[in-house]
């Protein structure tokens, strides 16, 4: 099985980066789409506000993401940022979707 890093094509001008950058998102959005549908589903199951943050959890994603991008040749540093930022997006995303679907019909009209 070949590396993430491995598959990098070499380019030639900034429209080739570009290029390969812009195909890359198309793949990466639906997939972030897809996760976020996720955080809907844990708001629905938690019972408690004070469970959407997990700190063990988050640890567990860190560990388990830096040592993947080691295995596909990437910076470990870089991808624990990106996916700590995603993960704090997903949170608030998670705070929002746990309020929104315990609203009642009176608190939702006045939003």
Do not use: N, W
């Amino acid at each position: 099985m070949s590396r993430g890093i491995d598959k990098v094509q070499h380019c030639a001008t900034m429209a080739d980066v570009r290029a390969r950058i812009d195909a890359l998102d198309d793949i990466l959005v639906p997939l972030l789409v897809e996760r976020g549908g996720y955080m809907t589903q844990a708001a629905r199951i938690k019972q408690h506000a004070d469970q959407v943050r997990d700190e063990g959890r988050i640890q567990t994603i860190v560990d388990r993401v830096r040592a993947h991008a080691l295995r596909e040749g990437g910076d470990p540093d870089v991808i624990e940022t990106i996916y700590r930022s995603m993960m704090e997006a997903y949170i608030a995303y998670e705070h929002r979707e746990f309020a929104r679907l315990r609203a009642t019909p009176d608190t939702a009209s006045q939003g």
